[in-house]
């Protein structure tokens, strides 16, 4: 009887041999065609950045809620208000702040898109190219603001910023999978602030008035901010007088595209069927 097995590719091997003793090891990081030692090596990430103001302002997200792990995406926006990104400094100051391993809270930070990787412009345009958006001209205003905005014949990118990150008047520029704003289409955002009915002519000079320094007014919601500004606000950290507060948050938030089925409901007296109560199914208790 044979001493060698066949496989089903038809080679053999000697008996009791697995195919993995018989193949040498290979120095992954040695034919690795970029640097790959930070694969390897252990590193330390500087958090001088994040000042005794922003431990204050973690431990104040992290009262808010019954387990600390919840403060997360909080605290992330925390972070991009210092950072203007997450970095890899970020993500383990937020880790230390939450006692989570630096894994799970990268496996956070790079799940949402609205956690960038690279440090944002003054102002993120984030421009609209999901389905309906789309065929009405979204894709054209994506083209046209890449390539109004490129430099050197190349058109600016996904991501890709114009201008010396977080400085005045840079400006990076991304689609985005539905801001859900379809009765308003095409629509984009600065700073998560909606800018609806938009034309590649109008996106233009909307992002010259950005480099000028100006904050057009949006056509709903707050008045215009900054990037960093808007994290902090979406980390829940407001001012508190309550006149700069409302000055910071009231705008108008309905269009009348948003309200014309309501209002063709009251002017001609609709009214939608009494509710009424359905027994539901019995559920087998387990």
Known sequence: MSSTGQTYGGSSLGAGTTHQETVPDVDVTGISPVPAGHLVEESSADLSIFGEDIVTKAQEIVARYPQSRSALLPMLHLVQSVEGKVSQSGIQFCAAQLDLSAAEVSAV????????????????????????????????????????????????????????????????????????????????????????????????????????????QPTRGAPLRDFRTAELELAGFWPEDEVDYRSTVDGPSAAVETLRGAKLAEDRGWTAPAMTDVALPEVEKK
């Open 109 to 216: 930070a790079t799940f949402y898109t609205m956690y960038k990787r690279k440090t944002c412009g003054e102002h993120l345009v984030s421009v609209c190219t999901n389905t309906l958006c789309a065929v009405l001209g979204g894709d054209a205003i994506y083209k046209a603001l890449g390539e109004h905005l490129g430099e050197g014949g190349k058109r600016l990118g996904h991501n890709e910023t114009v201008g010396e990150p977080g400085a005045p008047g840079s400006i990076t520029l991304e689609h985005a999978e539905c801001l859900a704003a379809c009765d308003l289409g095409p629509v984009l955002q600065v700073n998560y602030e909606f800018f609806d009915n938009q034309t590649p002519e109008s996106a233009v000079a909307l992002v010259d008035a950005l480099r000028a320094g100006e904050k057009p």
